[in-house]
């Protein structure tokens, strides 16, 4: 499924004999759930998986294994997502690994309608494989850095909304397996709390002092710096230009959005 790329991405895949479907780009939660209903039923299970993530060994073997021996109760699998950042792999800090449902019943899961940190959501039980998926993007820091600033205007657009309610949010009892839900409640019920700034630098603090971010390779401290402090300090510092614009104008949220990031959330 395409949303309008310019390069050879769409001829390569129907030469090798891909069905190619277009589709207009919103956010990755519309375009996916869009993708799931084009599935239907041609398919039992789905997996999620990025074009910069690689399943282990062990994973595979797993899937392989495990996966046709589910009963029809089990919707999804839920499974441990490593990551390297710049060629090294992210050991300390306390973000990695993490547990992800990526593997799910085609008839059962759907993406969660929000604009950043969207998970897979299922209604029945699910299981746990022990393998992992490893993310290891190749590409160079200038990429990283344009898609973490458009990772913050999306950011912007949940947090707003969480005080605004100007689009549907899913809840945090919503949200699948038991990592997710504390995830997101720290973010949503504590962190959003917090002054903007501050914040940014009390979470780095925890992440590189306290949960030893410090001690990881040169390569794993520049990503608790980046990720950890001036992704975040970024996504504080837009929200703030977009609540200012909101206050100068009278405008809502919507409005002050599209003025200030060039996001239509009414679209």
């Known amino acids: 499924m395409d949303s309008g790329s310019t390069d050879a991405t769409c001829r390569i895949a129907a030469d090798l004999g891909a069905e190619v479907l277009q589709h207009p780009w919103r956010n990755y939660a519309d375009q996916f759930n869009w993708a799931l209903d084009q599935v239907g039923g041609r398919s039992d299970w789905i997996m999620r998986l990025d074009a910069d993530e690689v399943v282990s060994p062990e994973l595979h073997a797993e899937i392989s294994r495990k996966l046709p021996t589910l009963g029809p109760e089990i919707h999804g699998v839920h499974v441990r997502r490593h990551m390297n950042f710049m060629g090294d792999p992210i050991r300390r800090g306390g973000v990695f690994p993490i ?47 344009d898609k973490h600033n ?81 992704y975040r300090y970024l996504v504080d510092a837009k929200l703030r230009e977009v609540q200012d614009h909101m206050r100068a104008q009278s405008v809502d949220p919507p409005t002050a959005i599209q003025a200030v990031l060039g996001i239509d959330v009414r679209n």
């Not at 799910?104 to 393998?131: L, N, P, Y």
């Not at 913050?152 to 689009?167: I, K, Q, S």
């Not at 997101?184 to 009390?202: C, T």
């Open 99 to 145: 547990e992800v449902l990526r593997l799910f019943r085609a008839s059962a899961g759907r993406c969660e309608d929000r604009w950043m940190d969207e998970h897979i959501v299922v209604q029945g039980k699910t299981a746990r494989f022990t393998g992992y998926i490893l993310d290891d993007n190749l590409k160079p820091l200038d990429w990283w850095i």
């Open 150 to 230: 458009a990772y913050a205007n999306r950011e912007v657009v949940d947090l707003l909304n969480l005080r605004h309610h100007f689009l549907p949010q899913e809840t945090i009892a919503q949200a699948t397996g038991p990592q997710a839900r504390r995830k997101r409640w720290i973010k949503e019920v504590i962190y959003a709390r917090l002054p903007l700034g501050l914040r940014a630098g009390a979470y780095f603090l925890w992440r590189f002092v306290f949960r030893l971010g410090l001690l990881d390779s040169p390569q794993g401290r520049r990503f608790h710096v980046l990720q950890g402090f001036w």
